[in-house]
């Protein structure tokens, strides 16, 4: 089986189209998303894109689905058609900082077949519900660019998508195993709390001594920097992982590939769709095939500008659209 596996999206249209145009390199079936990207709006409903998933399509279904809302995921999986054995999964903060929240829950709730909660996502939802006072502390705990994106976003968003970001919240569903793949939006160990896994030290407190882990192969997001740690006899080897773009134009992806075997102790850590932070603008995500046994991370360049313009024209704070083009 193949894990398409996306991160910290952040609301982000224009990268996430250029993840999911690429993705169609290995898959097909991700093409019916591109489309309904450019025709998402407040008042569209986009078709569903039959998928298969097992049990991770079960998973997002009750996770996230609100109720009495076929998905798409669901009918696909009753009709039995399983073309692949292919997987999408998100490991959450769909939302926050840039100006397309509904546009990208529209296109990844109908084809996503695990959806985990990032922080964002559920401070949005717990926004709704809060009153002022619990609402000011909540916005005290970010930075003044992510509390204005979140009162912002929450002011965006349509009901449909509440709806799913509530239920995401209500399930308290922070962690995903699969055989001896685990998803998480950040720390394997007390996935609620979100710790960020930012070097060494943090990936051996947080994954790697803890013997729950051993033999798992670990995917999670959150801190938009790409990293791989993996446990040798010596120590556990890795750090952060340097995508160089390319010196000519036009500039194209980037790829690096690794051998990932089944009973070694990994932990990935997937770079960001929406806002990467490891000084490369490009959108990125992950592939884990755990056939072949390989790992591949790819960084698809996407128009910056395009995005920077549309934030620009909705009065979103300079340093929030100037941060993107220098991916930071
Ligand atoms: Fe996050």
Known sequence: ??????????????????????????????????????????DHEPTPCPLPGGELASAHRLDSSPPGRGEGVGESMESGSRATADALVNLGDTIGYMPHPNEVMDILWPVCDLILPGNHDLEVAHLFHASEQEARLLRARYNEQAAWSLEWTKRALAP????????????QRFLFRKDHLLFAHASPVLPERMYYIDGTMAARELFFSHQQFDGTIAFVGHIHVPQLYIREPKGILGGRLRFEPPKVAPSGPIEKRWPVKKGETVLVVVPS??????????????????S????IMRRVPYDVIVTQSEMRALDFPPKLWGRLARGI
Do not use: C
């Open 1 to 42: 089986m193949r894990y398409f596996i996306l991160s910290d999206v952040h609301a982000n249209r224009e990268a996430l189209q250029a993840v999911l145009e690429d993705m169609k390199l290995f898959q097909p079936r991700f093409r019916g998303s591109v489309s309904n990207a450019s025709l998402a709006h407040e």
């Open 160 to 171: 449909r998508n509440l709806d799913r970001l509530t239920a995401l919240s209500q399930r």
């Open 273 to 290: 769709v929406g806002q990467p932070r490891d000084g490369l603008y490009y959108a990125g995500y992950a592939v884990y095939d755990d």
């Open 292 to 295: 072949t046994e390989e790992l």
